[in-house]
C-alpha cells in the first residue's frame, strides 16, 4: 500500500491506471471465467465487425468519389433498373450524386385536365368544348382563376404528403411558431426589464440583460434558419417544376420543336419562361408561406394578448383598423399582376434579341448590320423602359399612402389603444381592473403602469409588423399571379402540345391545313420509308392554315433502294424529310417509317450539323451518351476506326483525346462538321439514313468515298441534293417542283433510257457550243480593237504603247 501511495504521489497517470484496475476487478469479482471469456470474445469480434464495416464503407465511398470523377469528366452517369439516372455534379473539391427520377406518363394524364381542362368556375373557360389554354378574357390577378392556376401548380411542386418538400415546409412551419413565441416572451422581457430599470432593482435588471442576450442569440438562429428554409423550399419547388417540365418539353413527341414552329402559343421565349420566369415564381411562392402565414399567426397570438392586456373595446378598434385598411390599400393598388405579366413578356423580347444576335453574330458581321442590330435593341430596350417607367409612376401613390397607413397612423392607433387602461380602466381588460384595485404608492402604480405599456407597445409593435407584412403581401400576392400565369400558361401549353389538343374555335370550321385539321396516319415499324397521297405542306402556326407545296405525293423506298430527292430550292425537299422525321404534321394520306435510330431504325442528318455540349467522344456517339455506349459493349477503338473512315482520323490526336471539351461548332470547320454527321451515321449503322445536303461542304473525292462506305455497312441512303453527280451513288431519283405551278414531281429509276437520252441531249449541245468558240474569240478581239481608240475633236488618238504590252502580256 505504501508503495502504491507512493506511485499514485509521484505519478498521476500510474494512479489513474491503478484506480481503473480495481474498478474493474471489483465489477468482475462475482462472474465467472467462462463468462468473462464470452465476453471477451464478444468485444473482440464487435471490434473486428466494426472495423471491417468502417474500413468497407470507407472503400465505398472512395470508389464512389472516384467513379464520379471519372464520369463527370467523361460527361456520363449511371442507369437505374427502375428507369431513374444517376448523374454526377461538380460539389466544391469532390463531386455530389444526384438522381433523376422521370415523370410517369400517368402523372401527365392526371395534369392534363387541370391545365386543358379548368373548371368553369375557375374563369378559365366559358363553358365550351374547345377552351382556349390561356382564354384571352383572363387577366392576371386576384381572382378565381389565380386560385386554380396555383393549386394546379402547387399538385406538381407537391405531389404527394410524404415528400421531402412536406418536410420543409412542416420544419419551416415550426420555426415561424418558434419566432411567434420568441416575440411575446421579448415582449414581457423588455417591460421586465424596464420596470426593474425604473424600480433601481440593480440585480434583476443585470439578470434580466443576461436573457435577453440568451434569448437573442437564440432568436437569431431561428430567423437564420427561417430564411435558410425558404430557400430550400424555393430550390425545391423549383427543382420538381423544372424537372416536370423537361420531361414535358424534351420527348419523343418532340414537344420542344412543335412548342416553337407549329404551336406558337408562347412564342420563341420558351427559355425565358423555363428560366427566369419559373425562377421568380418559385421565390415568391416560398416567401408566401412566411408573408401570409407567420403574420396570420402573429396577429391571432397578439390579438388575444392584447385582449387579455386591454380589453375588447381595443380588439373591436383592431379589427376594424384591418379591415378599413385592407380595404383602402386593395382599392388604391395598381394591378401589380397584370404589370408584372406585361414586364415579364417584354424581358423576354429583349432577352431574345440579344441571344438572336449572339447565334447569329457571324453573318451580321459579314453583312455590317450592328447599327440595324442595334436599332433593334434600342427600340426594345426604350418600350422596356417606358414600361417600367410607368410602373415605377403608378408605384408612387400606392407607396406613399401604404407607408403612411402602416406605419404611422397604425403607430399613432396603437398608442392610443395602449393608453386605454389609464384613461378607461373600465374598459381596459386587465391593465384596467389591475388599475383600479390597485392600493400601492404612487411609484409602485407608475413602475406597473410602465411595465404594462412598454409590454403592450411591444405586442402592438409586432402586430403592427404581422398587420404591415399581411398589407405588403396583397402586393406580393398580384405579383405572384403574374408570374402564376406566366407558368401556368407554358404547362398548358406543353400539355397542349403533347395530347395535340387542338380544336377550332367555336362557331368556325377548321381552317384547311391547320394542326385542327390533321388527319393523315403515322406507322412505325415499316421496313422502308413509305408516303402514300400525302400532300407535302409548310404549316403555320396554329390556328392559321400552311401553305401547300406538292398536292400529293406517293413514293416508297425499300432497303437497298438508295433515293436521291432532287429540285430547285423552295419546291419541298427538305418538308419531305421533316414529314417522314415527324417534324412536321401529316394532314393528308400515309407516311410508313422504320421506328427509331439503331440496326434496324432510321437517322435523319439535317443540313446544318449539330455539334453538342460534352467531349469528342460525345460528338461521335449523338444522340447516345457514354452510359448507353457502355451498355452497348462498344469502346473507343471503335470510335477511333470509324473517324478514320470519315477522313477524321487525327481528331483524337489535335484536340487532346476523348475526354477533350471543347466548343465544338467553333472548333471545327464547315467540312469537319459535315464528315462529323457522317461519323454517326457510321456509328449508329441505321438501315434507313436521310441525309439532307450533307456533304456540300466535302471535295467530290471524300464525298465520294463517304457515300460507298455507308453503302457498303448496308444504310440505304435518302439524299437530298442538287448536286447532279451524287447520281451515281443512287438508285432512284425524286424530281420535285416540276409542271407549271411548281406542284408536280417525278420518279424514275437512274440509268435508264430516258436519263441516257437527257444526258446525250445535253452532251450534244454542249458540243455545238464547244464549236463555236473560236468564232466568238474572233467577234471578241474585233470587239476589243473597236473599242481601243479613243475619239477627240481633233481626231482619233491612238492608245498609249503600254497597251500593245499589256495585251501581249495577257496573251
Not at 460539389?91 to 402523372?107: A, F, L, M, N, Q
Not at 477503338?637 to 466548343?663: F, M, S, V
Not at 439532307?692 to 461542304?697: I, K, L
Amino acid at each position: 500500500m505504501a508503495v502504491q501511495s507512493t506511485l499514485q504521489h509521484q505519478d498521476p497517470v500510474a494512479a489513474l491506471y491503478h484506480r481503473y484496475v480495481d474498478l474493474v476487478r471489483s465489477r468482475f469479482k462475482g462472474t465467472t471465467r467462462a463468462t468473462r471469456l464470452v465476453g471477451t470474445i464478444l468485444l473482440a469480434i464487435t471490434i473486428i465487425v466494426t472495423g471491417t464495416g468502417s474500413r468497407r464503407w470507407w472503400l465505398k465511398k472512395k470508389a464512389e468519389k472516384e467513379q464520379g470523377r471519372r464520369l463527370l469528366r467523361r460527361n456520363s452517369g449511371l442507369r437505374l433498373k427502375d428507369g431513374s439516372r444517376v448523374i454526377f455534379v461538380p460539389y466544391g473539391d469532390s463531386t455530389s450524386k444526384v438522381t433523376i427520377h422521370p415523370t410517369k406518363p400517368t402523372t401527365f394524364d392526371a395534369h392534363r385536365r387541370l391545365f386543358l381542362n379548368p373548371p368553369r368556375a375557375s374563369g378559365l373557360t366559358d363553358g365550351q368544348t374547345t377552351p382556349q389554354i390561356p382564354p384571352p378574357q383572363t387577366k392576371p390577378g386576384l381572382n378565381l382563376a389565380f386560385l386554380h392556376q396555383f393549386l394546379s401548380l402547387l399538385s406538381i411542386m407537391i405531389p404527394r404528403w410524404r415528400s421531402k418538400e412536406t418536410g420543409l415546409l412542416l420544419s419551416h412551419g415550426v420555426f415561424l411558431m418558434l419566432r411567434t413565441y420568441l416575440s411575446l416572451v421579448v415582449a414581457r422581457l423588455d417591460g421586465e426589464i424596464v420596470r426593474d430599470l425604473v424600480a433601481g432593482n440593480g440585480r434583476s435588471f443585470m439578470w434580466g440583460i443576461v436573457k435577453w442576450c440568451g434569448i437573442g442569440g437564440f432568436a437569431s438562429y431561428t430567423n437564420a434558419m427561417i430564411k435558410f428554409l425558404q430557400s430550400k423550399v424555393s430550390i425545391a419547388f423549383r427543382t420538381r417544376l423544372t424537372r416536370y417540365i423537361h420531361d414535358l418539353y424534351l420527348n419523343d413527341n418532340l414537344n420542344y420543336y412543335k412548342l416553337s414552329n407549329l404551336d406558337g402559343g408562347i412564342g420563341q421565349g420558351a427559355d425565358q419562361f423555363i428560366t427566369q420566369d419559373l425562377t421568380l415564381f418559385c421565390a415568391s411562392a416560398a416567401s408566401l408561406y412566411s408573408s401570409l402565414g407567420k403574420p396570420f399567426v402573429d396577429l391571432c397570438v397578439f390579438n388575444y394578448q392584447l385582449y387579455r392586456s386591454l380589453g375588447p373595446l381595443a380588439l373591436t378598434g383592431l379589427l376594424s383598423n384591418y379591415f378599413l385598411t385592407a380595404t383602402i390599400l386593395r382599392r388604391l393598388s395598381p394591378p401589380f399582376g397584370k404589370l408584372k405579366a406585361v414586364e415579364g413578356r417584354k424581358e423576354g423580347d429583349f432577352r431574345g434579341l440579344h441571344a438572336r444576335l449572339i447565334a447569329n453574330a457571324e453573318e451580321v458581321a459579314f453583312y455590317g448590320g450592328s447599327n440595324m442590330e442595334k436599332n433593334f435593341l434600342d427600340k426594345e430596350f426604350r418600350s422596356l423602359k417606358k414600361w417600367m417607367e410607368g410602373i415605377y409612376t403608378l408605384k408612387i401613390r400606392y407607396n406613399i399612402i401604404e407607408d403612411f397607413v402602416l406605419k404611422y397612423s397604425w403607430s399613432a392607433y396603437g398608442y392610443l389603444l395602449s393608453s386605454l387602461p389609464v384613461f378607461l380602466p373600465a374598459w381596459g381588460g386587465l391593465g384596467g381592473r389591475q388599475e383600479m384595485i390597485e392600493t400601492s404608492t404612487s411609484g409602485g402604480k407608475e413602475r406597473g403602469r410602465m411595465k404594462e405599456f412598454i409590454t403592450n407597445k411591444r405586442l402592438m409593435l409586432s402586430l403592427a409588423d404581422a398587420g404591415g407584412r399581411m398589407m405588403y403581401s396583397i402586393k406580393d400576392l398580384s405579383e405572384l399571379a403574374g408570374y402564376t400565369s406566366r407558368v401556368y400558361t407554358l404547362i398548358s401549353t406543353l400539355h397542349r402540345v403533347h395530347a395535340n389538343a387542338y380544336f377550332p374555335p367555336r362557331g368556325a370550321h377548321a381552317e384547311l391545313f391547320s394542326l385542327s385539321d390533321v388527319q393523315g396516319t403515322i406507322q412505325k415499324g415499316f421496313d422502308g420509308v413509305r408516303l402514300e397521297n400525302v400532300p407535302v405542306v409548310a404549316p403555320s402556326v396554329f390556328p392559321h392554315g400552311g401553305e401547300d407545296l406538292i398536292d400529293s405525293l406517293s413514293v416508297i423506298v425499300h432497303s437497298g433502294e438508295h433515293l436521291l430527292i432532287s429540285g430547285a430550292n423552295g419546291v419541298g425537299k427538305s418538308a419531305v424529310a421533316r414529314i417522314v422525321a415527324g417534324l412536321w404534321p401529316v394532314y393528308r394520306g400515309l407516311v410508313s417509317r422504320p421506328r427509331s435510330i439503331g440496326t434496324d431504325g432510321i437517322m435523319f442528318l439535317p443540313q446544318r450539323p449539330y455539334l453538342s455540349v460534352g467531349t469528342l467522344r460525345d460528338q461521335v456517339i449523338y444522340p447516345d451518351g457514354e452510359m448507353e455506349m457502355r451498355d452497348q459493349g462498344r469502346r473507343d477503338i471503335e470510335l477511333k476506326r470509324i473517324l478514320e473512315e470519315a477522313r477524321l482520323g487525327y481528331l483524337p490526336d489535335r484536340e487532346g483525346g476523348w475526354d477533350t471539351r471543347k466548343e465544338w461548332k467553333d472548333v471545327l470547320s464547315g467540312g469537319e462538321k459535315q464528315r462529323m454527321a457522317i461519323a454517326r451515321l457510321l456509328y449508329h449503322e441505321p438501315r434507313y439514313a436521310f441525309i439532307d445536303e450533307g456533304t456540300s461542304a466535302v471535295s467530290s473525292d471524300v464525298e465520294g468515298l463517304l457515300y460507298e462506305r455507308a453503302k457498303e455497312k448496308g444504310i440505304t441512303l435518302i439524299t437530298i441534293s442538287t448536286r447532279a453527280s451524287l447520281k451515281r451513288y443512287h438508285t432512284f431519283n425524286l424530281t420535285l417542283g416540276l409542271g407549271d405551278d411548281g406542284n408536280g414531281w417525278e420518279y424514275e429509276r437512274i440509268g435508264t433510257e430516258k436519263e441516257k437520252m437527257g444526258v446525250e441531249r445535253e452532251l450534244t449541245e454542249l458540243r455545238e457550243r464547244l464549236s463555236k468558240v473560236e468564232q466568238w474569240k474572233a467577234r471578241t478581239e474585233e470587239i476589243e480593237r473597236e473599242l481601243a481608240p479613243v475619239w477627240t475633236e481633233q481626231g482619233v488618238l491612238s492608245p498609249p504603247p503600254y497597251s500593245a504590252e499589256l495585251e501581249h502580256a495577257g496573251k
